[in-house]
């Protein structure tokens, strides 16, 4: 499947209402951070394959900035930015930062003055952005990090082009997303509950997109061999009540819920359907198909002016004959 067909009939996306919703979310979204908080550990593991020493670091979709420290400790010579769309996400992250830093000072004053001032110089910063118009000049970054946060913008095949844009050649991109299986056993029980009341069927989660498709859209954007992988994870609850908490906590809601002289019969109708969906051990699954991705930006084949470029490693290869 092309981008452009995986993305026909997709909604519009709406950065105003993904700022709001993560606005009003970031005061308590410690609580329901334990999913990103793993699969960062996860990413880390997948990094340590691979050789890299970027000075330039963006964490694109930072949220409340809990990557920041360990990208800050493992590549320790650079500057890692931070970028999210939400301005009280980015408070939080800088209340975070402040702590962290008195924290770090008492050992700070023993540091000679140029290296104590050049380490403050090193640590994280922070910026308010969109993901598909981020204010930074072209090849600003050597890495770019991105973990659980593309999934909330509506047209991956846009943000792909400005992650390259604001990478050097040969800059890595390392993220994480959600792909289709996530939230099935909700999206199930939504639809049962509308056929029980003979409603018209709507989404009421966002539309992840495929493994594939987010392969294809990383070539058609100027990156090359990039890898996918991904895992089914599975979160149990106890109740319904606190399985839709934490899917409202992840702002897995960014979608018109329709009609609300329906809101109480649908509530009532969504939770005796999750009922029905308990397992043996008496908890409510929940499922989480979990993207892994990494890839290269392509070393440019022409110039701006349309010239060919030939790299000093293919000078004197020839064509390939067959023998």
């Avoid at 340590?48 to 990557?67: H, Q, S």
């Avoid at 970028?83 to 980015?90: G, R, T, V, Y």
């Avoid at 604001?166 to 056929?195: C, H, I, R, W």
Wanted: net charge neutral; aromatic share 8%.
């Amino acid at each position: 499947m092309s981008p452009t067909s995986a993305n026909a009939g997709r909604p519009a996306y709406d950065s105003r209402r993904i700022r709001r919703i993560f606005d009003r979310r970031a005061a308590r979204f410690d609580d329901v951070a334990f999913l990103p908080r793993e699969i960062a550990v996860r990413m880390r593991e997948r990094l340590e394959y691979i050789k890299v020493a970027p000075m330039r670091v963006l964490d694109a979709g930072c949220g409340v900035g809990a990557d920041l420290p360990a990208l800050r400790e493992r590549f320790a010579e650079a500057s890692v930015l931070g970028l999210d769309l939400s301005a009280e996400m980015l408070a939080r992250a800088n209340q975070a930062e402040m702590a962290e830093s008195e924290a770090n000072a008492g050992w700070r004053r023993f540091l000679p003055a140029t290296l104590g001032k050049a380490f403050g110089a090193r640590g994280p910063q922070l910026a308010q952005g969109d993901f598909a118009g981020l204010p930074f000049s072209g090849g600003a970054f050597e890495m770019l990090w991105s973990n659980l946060a593309l999934q909330w913008h509506a047209r991956p095949d846009l943000v792909f082009p400005e992650w390259a844009r604001v990478l050097k050649a040969n800059g890595l991109l390392m993220f994480s997303t959600l792909g289709p299986d996530t939230l099935k056993e909700l999206s199930g029980a939504y639809a049962q509950a509308e056929k029980s009341l003979e409603l018209t069927p709507r989404r009421h989660t966002i539309e992840f997109v495929d493994m594939h498709d987010l392969g294809d859209m990383l070539v058609e954007s100027g990156f090359e061999i990039p890898v996918m992988d991904q895992e089914v994870l599975t979160i149990t609850y106890k109740s319904p009540e606190s399985l839709l908490r934490d899917v409202r906590g992840w702002g897995a809601f960014p979608l018109d819920m329709g009609v609300q002289h329906h809101a109480r019969a649908l509530r009532d109708a969504l939770h005796a359907s999750l009922e029905t969906r308990r397992r043996e051990d008496g908890t409510i699954p929940l499922t989480f198909e979990v993207i892994y991705g990494h890839a290269w930006k392509a070393v440019p084949r022409m110039t701006a002016e349309g010239h060919g470029i030939v790299r000093l490693e293919d000078i004197g290869r020839g064509p390939k004959r067959s023998k």
